[in-house]
Structure formats: structure tokens, C-alpha cells
């Protein structure tokens, strides 16, 4: 009796001579669990290439401007999800272990927190990491060479000023795009 293509591609996979149909469902299971847990790479590999994913996004992530994820909008947030999938096979280098998952995902975890931990004991560091808040406006007189290096969009500015109450440029003593990258709006003050 043949069991079929797919039963024999995975038998390819296993060590000669198990055979599925003449097994018992416990030595399938048991089988079955052994493999989720077996890393095809050493764990060090795992948390090696982490480390080299977490370190290119920040710096791509950095590089790219300010925002904060509620205000992406919807070719940022597929470029982040696609990114994310086009990354993931860097880091488990084609294993699909249940072990090397865990490896990564707690290599991504600690990278973020011994980053976060170094940036809030470095100002230096923080600067680099979150950049400083920069001035858009003053004294109603936008910088257009700040909203171009921040990559910040005209209507992107007025929808934050229409979100502050403001009509236009001229009511604003100081607009902030902070380093989170919400807009902080300051009105002049009425006589």
C-alpha cells in the first residue's frame, strides 16, 4: 500500500525505518513533539543574528523619520509588517523550532531592554537612539528645512494644528515635533 506523496516527503525527513501507516499515534506524537523542540542551529547562531536584526532596524527605523505607530498611516504599517516577515527568516536561518523561536524572541526582548536601560543612563545615547525635539514653528513662521529632514508632510502639520484648535500658521507661538513624534502645539497668547 502507497501512502501517498506527502506522507512520503515526510518520511524523507525521518530516521529510516519509521514508517507513519505501520506506527502507533502515540510514536507519531511522540516523534511529532521531538521535532518541534530539535534547533537546527546552535543557540548562539540564534541570538547572533537577533542581535544583527534588532541593530539594522533601529538604525533603519531611525533613519526613517518620526512617528509614533498610531499615526502611520497604511503604507507605513504594511512596510513595517512586511519588513517584519522579511526579516524573520535572517534570524531563525530557516528553523522553525519552537526552541528557536523562544531563543529570538527573548534575544529581541533583551536587546530592547539593555537599549531602552543604556538610552535613559546616556543622554548621548538617547539622542542618537530617539533623537531630539525639533521646532517647526516659532512665532508663526514654519521651518520648512526641519519638517523636510523629519520628512514631514504640510498636511501632516496642519492636521495637527486643526487637531489643536488652530486655523492657521500665525496663532501658533511654538509647534514641537517631539522626539515620539507627536506634534506639541503651543497657541500665542490672545490680548
Same mark, same amino acid.
Given at each position: 500500500?502507497? +501512502? #501517498?506523496p506527502l506522507v512520503t516527503e515526510f518520511? %524523507?525527513?525521518l530516521p529510516f525505518p519509521f514508517k507513519p501507516w505501520k506506527s502507533s +499515534? *502515540?510514536?507519531?506524537? !511522540? %516523534?511529532t513533539i521531538r521535532r518541534m523542540w530539535r534547533v537546527a542551529l546552535p543557540w548562539w547562531e540564534f541570538i547572533l543574528r537577533g542581535l544583527i536584526v534588532y541593530i539594522f532596524l533601529v538604525i533603519i527605523l531611525r533613519l526613517t523619520g518620526k512617528r509614533q505607530v498610531g499615526q502611520l498611516a497604511p503604507f507605513d504599517l504594511v512596510l513595517l509588517l512586511v519588513l517584519s516577515n522579511a526579516v524573520q527568516n535572517a534570524m531563525n536561518g #530557516?528553523? !522553525?523550532?519552537?526552541t528557536g523561536g523562544v531563543i529570538s524572541a527573548t534575544t529581541l526582548i533583551a536587546a530592547n531592554g539593555i537599549v531602552g536601560r543604556l538610552a535613559f543612563k546616556s543622554k548621548a545615547l538617547e539622542r542618537l537612539i530617539e533623537g $531630539?525635539?525639533?521646532i517647526l514653528i516659532h512665532n508663526g513662521k514654519i521651518f520648512t528645512e526641519v519638517m523636510? $529632514?523629519? @520628512?514631514l508632510t504640510h498636511h501632516e502639520l496642519n492636521a495637527a494644528l486643526r487637531t489643536a484648535g488652530i486655523s492657521c500658521v500665525e496663532e501658533v507661538h511654538y509647534a514641537i515635533l517631539? !522626539? *515620539?513624534g507627536q506634534i506639541t502645539i503651543? +497657541?500665542? @497668547? @490672545?490680548?
Open positions: 500500500m502507497y +501512502p #501517498g518520511m %524523507l525527513t +499515534p *502515540t510514536q507519531i506524537t !511522540n %516523534l #530557516g528553523d !522553525n523550532s519552537i $531630539r525635539p525639533q523636510d $529632514r523629519e @520628512k517631539e !522626539n *515620539t503651543h +497657541p500665542k @497668547k @490672545k490680548p
